[in-house]
């Protein structure tokens, strides 16, 4: 009887034994097939025709084909008060530029974004006065709530993560980006906004890179949460906003406004 067994046992071992090996065999020839194949790719086998891809135009000193322009120089017809979004935005546009009108309040897009490419233009005051944050303060708020900072920069010193550039009293330009008193300052930005789930759950943290005169001084930082004055940054829930220009009292210029959603 016991013999029976052993001749038994044995043959399921020596069954298993086959299996195992015509299956190891079977995936060596896989993968060698695999491997022979991506060998033989042609470079037409990784190329595709579609989606048909829409074309923008661009010209110099104008915002492309495809921007929703925000200032052109002509009206204040897409921006508001902040104070009172049904007021319309009590700046001044003189010689087609737009002029932070001091204790007026800020002015805010009718429109709100998520994710966008922005550009926008500015000037410090042609009158320096004051100094560090009191020297040609204003600020571009992304969604309303993350401020990059608009300020004087020729030879103002003031806190890093507080001067032109800075992501405001979080993160302080890679480099001070500089141009002559009196000169046009452009801001690119590409921001990614913040993420959160059905419960209101902060699953993705804002993202900006920003360009300042076509150098970057942002690349892919992390926005903390809102930029405060005091204290550390709060995380807020919330949906597309608006682009919003702080009157931080002082007589900076904009011009040569567009955004892109993304
Ligand atoms: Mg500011």
Not at 31 to 54: C, G, H, I, N, V
Not at 71 to 78: A, C, I, P, R, W
Not at 136 to 160: A, C, K, M, R, W
């Amino acid at each position: 009887m016991n013999t029976y067994i052993y001749i038994y046992v044995k043959s399921i071992y020596y069954s298993m034994n086959k299996i195992f090996q015509i299956s190891s065999l079977f995936c060596l020839s896989l993968m060698s097939t695999l491997t022979y194949a991506q060998t033989k790719f042609k470079p037409e086998d990784t190329e595709f025709y579609t989606p048909t891809l829409r074309t923008v135009t661009t010209a110099a000193n104008k915002a492309p084909s495809d921007a929703i322009v925000l200032f052109d120089g002509s009206n204040l017809n897409q921006w508001v008060s902040s104070k009172n979004t049904s007021q319309q935005a009590p700046w001044q546009v003189k010689d087609a530029v737009l002029i932070s009108t001091p204790h007026t309040g800020d002015i805010q897009t009718k429109q709100n974004f998520e994710d966008f490419q922005l550009h926008v233009e500015w000037k410090s005051p042609e009158v320096i006065k004051g100094e560090g944050q009191g020297r040609g303060n204003s600020g571009i708020f992304l969604q309303g709530h993350y401020e990059v900072q608009v300020l004087d920069n020729n030879n103002n010193p003031t806190y890093v993560n507080g001067q032109a550039g800075s992501v405001y009293k979080q993160q302080p330009p890679l480099v001070t980006a500089v141009k002559p008193a009196g000169e046009w300052h452009t801001y690119d930005i590409l921001y990614t906004a913040p993420r959160f789930n059905a419960d209101g759950v902060l699953i993705k943290k804002g993202i900006v890179t920003l360009l300042h005169n076509g150098v970057v001084v942002q690349y892919n930082t992390q926005i903390e949460g809102t930029t405060e004055y005091i204290g550390l940054p709060k995380t807020l829930v919330h949906g597309p906003g608006p682009i919003v220009l702080q009157d931080h009292g002082d007589l900076v210029n904009f011009r040569n406004i567009w955004i892109r959603p993304l």
